[in-house]
């Protein structure tokens, strides 16, 4: 959900972005401020360093 209008989630404006089950990505913000929602099957996630 973007706070800046130009604010960008892994690339993509305003809405959803959708990863398959299993996959791992390194999300990021640019172009402004932004909160970010994580809807997790069975609360499922693990953050990892790499």
Do not use: C, N
């Amino acid at each position: 959900m973007p706070i800046d209008a130009a604010a960008q989630f892994d690339g993509r404006g305003a809405g959803w972005k959708v990863y398959r089950p299993g996959s791992a990505h390194h999300p990021t913000v640019s172009g402004g401020k932004a909160l970010v929602l994580y809807l997790l099957p069975e609360g499922a996630i693990e953050f990892t360093q790499t």
